[in-house]
């Protein structure tokens, strides 16, 4: 029988927090006297008052460590609960959403998606870009717990590798958890606090490089403007590339290089190979559109360096003519986004390690087929991938090829169109946060979506993020039996 107790009492934990977090948009609304505060001062009593009860109710059943189905249990109802309650100051303020939008919005900020149903960003009240903002860090920050801590324990798509020796140096390193978590919270903030700095220095305004920060260093995507980075062209879009890249790096490096070790960082498989495949195709989408258009190539290059950079983090920022690609450029867009960035870090995707794996595997079966007496385990930076890893790295690449498609096939049954349809669905399950398609042409959001498609943008922004296999074990009825 599963323990209830200490999965609510920790979920009631982060209603309260989320709570706090509402005062800060409601302190720039009221400053600027904007009533919209209202909303977020109700939104907060409710989320703390809800939390706080909980918390209180539970208490006495925390006591010993999670087992893996309170894990489960417990990344579920914190990426499923929390944005039903992020979504109130959405609905009691601008832009009064109901309530499928708000929980999109909402949900989309929390995965670090940066898909979005509001058009006229620009004419929100600051304290609400600035809450869409803070979904998009607080996401960031929760997932960056989730990759370090929790997915390697639940074996989730061949991340229990990350536990072996190598890639789990916690050990040695930081003894205790609250060393991981306070380490973690330093470099992140930090990190913020840079890309904020620098996004000032170039002309953004408080609250466009705030928001940008977080969401570039969150690999969210949110940001405070219809036309995203477009009005910052040009320097805004080189450091844009650089922080949308450093979030999509893997956290544990950044805990490793504080505590005096940069060598994991430099000499990190993972790192190397997203480096080799994110130059390659920027530099061949900037060598096709250079040569199939009349632009400069500068401006080309910088283009194509940073909307492919914000694709395959999964962040979700555009600029330039990025909205209207097609072709090779697409093509090239599409695939990186499945394979995403970095595991262990918000970037959503396959992951590059994943995509590793999958391709040693197969250079494996090509020679196994040219020398079949020959036998050769499958190995990752000079490791032996154990069998258990690749069955579980197969089983999610196959899911998520599989989702992908019947998601898409579903959505077309709400009215959408096929390229709408399947993009909606590659921009939700990876995290992007960019869509093509007729539907998303007129806004370059998702507004003009059927409520029944939102919710299958919903489901798979989730699955995205939280990982396809900790969604169908919940589902399955032994899980509940053991």
């Given at each position: 029988m599963v323990d209830f107790r200490p999965i609510?009492?920790?979920?009631?934990?982060?209603?309260?927090?989320?709570?706090?977090?509402?005062?800060?948009?409601?302190?720039?609304?009221?400053?600027?006297g904007d009533r919209n505060a209202q909303a977020f001062v109700v939104s907060a009593l409710v989320s703390g008052?809800?939390?706080g009860a909980i918390a209180m109710a539970t208490q006495n059943g925390m006591g010993g460590a999670f087992d893996i189905r309170q894990a489960y249990l417990l990344t579920a109802v914190i990426w499923f609960g929390v944005p039903g309650f992020g979504a109130l100051p959405f609905m009691l303020g601008a832009p009064g959403l109901h309530f499928t939008e708000a929980y999109f919005e909402a949900v989309s900020g929390i995965t670090t998606t940066g898909a979005t149903v509001i058009y006229g960003l620009d004419?929100?009240?600051?304290?609400?870009?600035?809450?869409?903002?803070l979904l998009n860090g607080a996401g960031g920050l929760g997932i960056a717990f989730v990759a370090m801590i929790f997915l390697p324990v639940m074996r989730v798509g061949g991340m229990q590798f990350f536990r072996t020796e190598g890639f789990d140096t916690f050990g040695k390193a930081l003894p205790r958890a609250t060393d991981i978590a306070q380490q973690l919270l330093g470099v992140y903030l930090g990190l913020i606090v840079v890309a904020g700095l620098t996004f000032s220095a170039i002309g953004m305004t408080a609250l466009d490089a705030?928001?940008?920060?977080?969401?570039?260093?969150?690999?969210?995507?949110?940001?405070?403007?219809?036309?995203?980075?477009?009005?910052?062209?040009?320097?805004?879009?080189?450091?844009?590339?650089?922080?949308?890249?450093?979030?999509?790096?893997?956290?544990?490096?950044?805990?490793?290089?504080?505590?005096?070790?940069?060598?994991?960082?430099?000499?990190?498989?993972?790192?190397?190979?997203?480096?080799?495949?994110?130059?390659?195709?920027?530099?061949?989408v900037t060598l096709w559109q250079w040569w199939t258009s009349d632009m400069a190539f500068e401006a080309v290059f910088r283009e194509s360096l940073f909307n492919l950079t914000?694709?395959?983090?999964?962040?979700?920022?555009?600029?330039?003519?990025?909205?209207?690609?097609?072709?090779?450029?697409?093509?090239?867009?599409?695939?990186?986004?499945?394979?995403?960035?970095?595991?262990?870090?918000?970037?959503?995707?396959?992951?590059?390690?994943?995509?590793?794996?999958?391709?040693?595997?197969?250079?494996?079966?090509?020679?196994?087929?040219?020398?079949?007496?020959?036998?050769?385990?499958?190995?990752?930076?000079?490791?032996?991938?154990?069998?258990?890893?690749?069955?579980?790295?197969?089983?999610?690449?196959?899911?998520?090829?599989l989702t992908l498609g019947v998601l898409t096939v579903a959505m077309t049954l709400t009215g959408v169109d096929i390229t709408s349809s399947l993009f909606a669905v590659w921009t939700a399950l990876g995290n992007i946060g960019y869509g093509f398609g007729p539907l998303v042409e007129r806004t370059g959001t998702f507004v003009d979506f059927p409520d029944a498609a939102k919710w299958i943008m919903t489901l798979a922004m989730l699955m995205g993020r939280l990982g396809l296999l900790a969604i169908f074990v919940l589902v399955l009825p032994r899980f509940w039996q053991r």
């Open positions: 609510a009492y920790v979920f009631g934990r982060i209603l309260i927090v989320l709570a706090i977090l509402m005062l800060a948009p409601a302190i720039v609304d009221w400053s600027a008052g809800i939390g004419t929100l009240p600051a304290g609400m870009n600035l809450w869409r903002g705030t928001v940008h920060a977080i969401a570039a260093i969150a690999t969210g995507g949110f940001s405070p403007r219809d036309a995203s980075f477009n009005p910052y062209a040009g320097a805004g879009e080189y450091f844009g590339a650089l922080f949308m890249f450093l979030g999509s790096l893997p956290y544990v490096r950044y805990v490793q290089l504080v505590n005096g070790d940069s060598r994991p960082l430099w000499q990190d498989s993972q790192i190397r190979a997203y480096v080799k495949v994110l130059g390659l195709s920027v530099g061949t914000s694709i395959m983090s999964s962040t979700g920022f555009f600029s330039g003519s990025f909205p209207v690609w097609g072709g090779y450029m697409l093509v090239v867009a599409f695939l990186i986004g499945v394979i995403g960035a970095c595991s262990g870090s918000s970037a959503a995707g396959l992951t590059v390690f994943r995509a590793q794996l999958v391709w040693a595997a197969l250079v494996q079966q090509v020679r196994r087929i040219i020398l079949p007496g020959r036998v050769a385990p499958v190995k990752y930076d000079g490791r032996t991938v154990e069998p258990d890893v690749m069955d579980a790295l197969i089983l999610y690449v196959g899911g998520y090829v």
